[in-house]
């Protein structure tokens, strides 16, 4: 095992030793508190209900802990319970999406499987989940029977239509053919969280559908946007702003100058450009429901409070650019794996020049190369917390990922490094089982079979057990691989919490790879 320390981030602390300076640069108290002040505020400026889009995740917003240092990725969750009795929410879900069965990048799910995982999520903490609308519903086979599944697990369902000439046809968006043939989605309390298992979902449509309804009811009803990237007070090309442009390069989402705040109050804030193009439109069926328009810009729809709350602009900043880089890498794997387009790695080398940043920049990546090369074979690279890089290689017994798995806990650990963790006598039965038996042509075990190996081991082994207890030092830490993981070993590394890239390439020429 190599084990060595990362200069470009170290500094010398107390007797000579090197230690890694994790800053956070975002109070997560002051937001949960400004947050929910602001909410309350805006829904008082309506009367009756305020009809909240959710953007982004409401729930596990790791790509937000990443950038902003000291965000927790249930801030959005924690800040929604402090108006729990207040708030009810709708999960909306675009029927084409359930169609083509479309997943979950991060979790590797369904996006109307992710739809059951939210509702439990949210009853699990007490908040009152009121139903679900299935957006552009043209009966489609498995929409229909998602909302068949829907209603007999207790969940009420509502349906949502496409419209012809949506969204500038304002005159038929605003008839009994456009909004109107809509069901009106019944809901209870005053603030109506709409949020979705992804984007292009339909949100919006539904918040502003649900207005045109409850108007006709006589209910004073009210429109904010809570999206908390890219942030409206940060300067357009701040890291932070340019990392979401990076995390949404698919989306082909452009931050810009919000041309009719600066016209209305002189005042520079960014928003995105499909809330920028959009908005002339939102005013017209806003001016068609209430007879004016209560907001003058796509700013003044926000709500959005984490530029405030930002106490260390210089830590966000490095955290940003890590991640851009991390983004760029996300996205060189899917374009090898055909699931992206060569030119979104184009717009995302464009981010990293706008920054002056490059995979040099990302220690990891060197150490995990040069492994790879003095051995010929795959091999991987962690950044512990104090900044040491430990690798790990590919051998007859373990993959890379395991390998390197159980090399960061034993430095971690304080365990000498010729200490086995797992013997070959306890390894070599699981490789039988899995050639002989399971039908596996790799006899390597993967990183979760090795720490079900290493649990089973640390009821009887006090070394095997004190490796075990360094597996939450792991969350926050940097990894790199030399070739593309399999998704077990990348499902691994991602519930411990280690941000993973890899090299845009596999390990063999086959055709298929699992």
């Keep these: 095992m190599n084990v060595y320390f990362c200069f470009a981030a170290r500094q010398a602390g107390e007797e000579g030793k090197t230690t890694v300076m994790y800053r956070t640069g975002f109070d997560n108290d002051k937001y949960l508190k ?13 009367g009756d209900k305020l ?3 959710f953007g982004g995740k409401l729930y596990d917003d790791n790509h937000a802990s990443r950038v902003l240092p000291g965000f927790e990725p249930d801030s959005k969750l924690r800040m929604l319970l402090e108006l729990k009795d207040q708030a009810e929410i709708v999960i909306v879900i675009n029927a084409g999406d359930i169609e083509k069965n479309k997943k979950r990048g991060d979790l590797g799910i369904t996006y109307d499987e992710d739809v059951l995982r939210l509702i439990d999520v949210f009853r699990h903490f007490g908040l009152y989940v ?33 419209i012809d000439g949506y969204p500038s046809n304002v005159e038929k968006i605003i008839s009994p053919e456009g909004y109107g043939k809509n069901d009106w989605v019944k809901t209870e309390r005053p603030l109506v969280v709409v949020t979705a298992p992804g984007p292009g979902s339909g949100k919006m449509a539904t918040c502003l559908s649900q207005l045109f309804h409850e108007n006709k009811r006589g209910v004073k009803a009210g429109y904010a946007k809570f999206e908390t990237f890219p942030i409206w007070n940060l300067p357009l090309k701040h890291p932070v702003n340019l990392a979401y442009e990076a995390a949404t390069t698919d989306l082909n989402d452009v931050n810009m100058i919000d041309p009719f705040h600066l016209e209305a109050y002189g005042v520079t804030t960014v928003n995105y450009n499909r ?26 729809m926000g709500v959005n409070m984490a530029g405030n709350c930002i106490i260390d602009d210089d830590a966000c900043r490095r955290a940003s650019e890590q991640e851009v880089i991390r ?9 090898r794996q055909g699931l992206s387009e060569p030119a979104e790695i ?30 010929g074979q795959p091999a991987m690279a962690l950044e512990l917390p104090d900044g040491r890089i430990v ?24 365990i000498n490094d010729e200490m086995h963790l797992l013997s070959p006598i306890i390894i070599e039965p699981i490789q039988r089982l899995k050639v002989d038996y399971l039908g596996n042509h790799n006899p390597r075990l993967h990183s979760d079979e090795i720490l079900i190996a290493l649990s089973i081991c640390a009821a009887t082994n006090p070394t095997a057990a004190l490796a075990m207890q360094q597996l939450s030092k792991l969350r926050g830490c940097e990894a790199h691989a030399s070739v593309i993981l399999s998704r077990v070993d990348e499902n691994v590394y991602h519930k411990l919490g280690v941000n993973l890239t890899c090299e845009p390439k596999y390990q063999t020429k086959k055709l298929y790879h699992a």
């Design 34 to 46: 400004l947050q929910s002040e602001h909410i309350r505020k805006r829904i008082a400026e309506f």
């Design 51 to 53: 009809y909240l889009e």
């Design 130 to 162: 009121g139903s679900v609308v299935l957006t552009r519903y043209e009966s489609q086979p498995a929409a229909r029977a998602f909302r068949e599944k829907l209603k007999t697990l207790g969940v009420p369902v509502y349906r949502h239509y496409s």
């Design 275 to 300: 809330d920028i193009e959009i908005f002339p439109v939102l005013n017209a069926i806003f001016q068609r429901i209430y007879g004016s328009s209560p907001y003058k810009s796509p700013t003044d």
């Design 327 to 335: 983004r760029y890498y996300a996205t060189a794997c899917l374009v």
């Design 346 to 375: 184009h717009k995302q080398e464009l981010i990293m020049n706008q920054l002056n940043v490059s995979s040099a920049d990302r220690p990891v990546v060197a150490a995990a190369c040069a492994k790879a090369e003095e051995t």
């Design 391 to 414: 690798t790990g290689k590919t051998s007859s017994l373990l993959g890379p990922s395991a390998a390197l798995m159980l090399n960061a806990l034993k430095e971690l650990g304080g």
